[in-house]
């Protein structure tokens, strides 16, 4: 029986990501639910689900798009590759322990979509980690570290910890660090104070 409602979920979801791609344009979150959950009856974790298959992204909150609509391959992700090489090893040599996906996304060399589509910082963070060589952190999903870093980053939490150590010296006034992460656009949710007094005690 599991292997049938697997089997099911996955020809459901094969069958929301064809419609995505057809349409070969942005499809809203709204026209999704309304023809497949209003509809036909998938459940609505069903349908947004398919925002985790390797060849659908999101392209703004509550739009999805699908990889061929964009033009994507191999090519394009290697130029999209290189421009976050640069920006993450320009961004170390200023003390900085990441990149940041507003400034990928002002390169000159992004590489072209097709069909007018225009990019978005949301799809960048979508594509920069498509091969595992990047991977993005913090609620907002604007910051990115290189994967492996001389900083030994994999979670939001080292980046934090490595944040207080390096640029604050092990302390700071919580709130005031709080509102700088918000600024810096790595978070656009508050940051529990109990995880921040934490990090503190341990530098």
Known sequence: IRTQTSDMANSALEEIANYIKNKNSLCTYKELQERFV??????????????YRSNIYRYLYGCLIHEETLGWNLSKQEELEVIAAE?????????????????VLESDNLPT????????????????????NYRTLG??????????????????????????????FGACNLENFEEELRDSGIIFREIPQQFLAFLNTQL
């Open 113 to 132: 979509l097709e069909n007018g589509v225009t990019w978005t910082e949301l799809l960048i963070s979508e594509l920069i980690g498509k091969r595992h």
């Open 38 to 51: 209003n509809k036909l009856g998938y459940s609505d974790s069903l349908l947004r689900s398919v925002a």
């Open 139 to 168: 609620n907002k999903k604007s910051a990115f570290i290189s994967v492996p870093n001389q900083f030994g980053i994999e979670t939001f939490e080292d980046l934090i910890y490595i944040i207080l150590k390096t640029e604050h």
């Open 87 to 103: 920006i993450y090893r320009d961004c170390v040599k200023t003390g900085k322990c990441y990149g940041l996906i507003t400034m």
